[in-house]
């Protein structure tokens, strides 16, 4: 009799056990479609240790104004904060239902800190107002933030993880620009993008393919202690302020050709494994400093029709 009860007993625990486990899980969980919700109220919205479940689209929200017979805006008026949530399906700030395209806008500042993103990212097609902040964010699938339109004064993407494909292509970057101690698995790209302000990307540790081709710098571009695995493509790039690339590793070609640089181009302590091709390019501040600059064979320092801009004083004959 007693080895039945406390058989009994033993069941019982276990199964309340088992139940207890779901339970704390539903508790610290929240489905997109009450996040949608809260947004529309049109008010702060402060989400913090949270798992969202479902694919969480902000056109959703509500607030949307038609811009014409093809285009639709979704307006979220109020800060939108995520700390250390995990988002288990897509996340998305565009839609298309076939004919209409629905882009969001969002009037204040935007922040994922330390969120794990486990589906895919799309933030294409956004205009933020704010400050952005993605900071220790983790991107599991693609992070894909193509032609967005960031008008705050900082944007953080510091140590953030791309497993994937991170994309930011054709976007206007305002403001200062923070991809400290990025680390990207797989290709990165930011052809096409205008940076404003001085955009960091030192100690960024990138295994494939790096492609800043076509980008604007409009203040200093600095990539301090970065190390790039594959191709490092900064071709047909304009920089206005200085160009950082002090103690790179750059472990396979590197081509910085048909490019201007109106501020000083530092290669100092740098080493490269392929071809670094500076061709075409023109040095608006004197020739590129390179101390203890490397170019590892079989790879060779490419400078055809590179120039040295030489400015004399206009006189008045």
């Known amino acids: 009799m007693k080895r ?42 402060l989400i913090q240790d949270k798992i969202i479940t479902g694919d969480l689209d902000f056109t959703r929200s509500g607030n949307t104004e038609v811009f014409s017979t093809s285009q639709k805006t979704a307006r979220i008026n109020g800060p939108v904060t995520f700390l250390n949530c995990i988002f288990m399906g897509k996340v ?30 799309d933030f294409s097609n956004t205009t ?15 992070a894909i933030f193509n032609n967005v339109t960031f008008r705050g ?33 797989g290709k990165i790209t930011f052809q096409g993008t205008v940076f404003t302000g001085t955009a960091r990307f030192s100690d960024m540790d990138c295994d494939g393919k790096s492609d800043f081709s076509l980008t604007r710098f409009g203040s200093d571009a600095l990539f301090t202690y970065a190390n790039f695995g594959s191709d490092f493509r ?28 109106h501020g000083a181009v530092n290669l100092t302590k740098s080493v490269v494994n392929g071809n670094f091709d500076l061709s075409g390019s023109t040095f608006f501040n004197g020739e590129p400093i390179q101390d203890e600059f490397v170019v590892n064979s079989p790879g060779r320092l490419i400078t055809d029709g590179s120039k040295i801009a030489v400015f004399k004083e206009f006189r008045k004959d």
């Open 128 to 142: 933020i107002e704010g400050s952005v902040n993605f900071t220790g964010a983790i991107f599991r699938e693609k």
């Open 92 to 121: 998305s700030t565009v839609s298309n239902d076939g004919k209409i395209t629905t882009t969001s806008h969002f009037g204040g500042n935007v922040s994922f800190e330390a969120c794990d993103f486990r589906g895919e990212a």
């Open 234 to 261: 900064m071709g047909n790039v304009v920089v206005y302020g200085r160009l950082d690339l002090i103690s790179v590793q750059l472990l396979s070609a590197a081509w910085l050709s048909n490019s201007s640089f």
């Open 4 to 45: 039945n009860l406390l058989l009994f007993l033993l069941i019982h625990v276990l199964l309340t056990g088992c139940r207890a486990n779901p339970e704390k899980q539903l508790n610290n969980g929240i489905s997109a479609a009450s996040v949608i919700r809260l947004i529309h109220k049109g008010k702060p919205v």
């Open 153 to 185: 004064r900082h944007n953080y993407f510091t140590a953030f993880v791309s497993e994937k494909h991170f994309s930011m292509q054709e976007s206007l970057i305002s403001g200062e620009s923070d991809f400290f101690k990025a680390r990207v698995t």
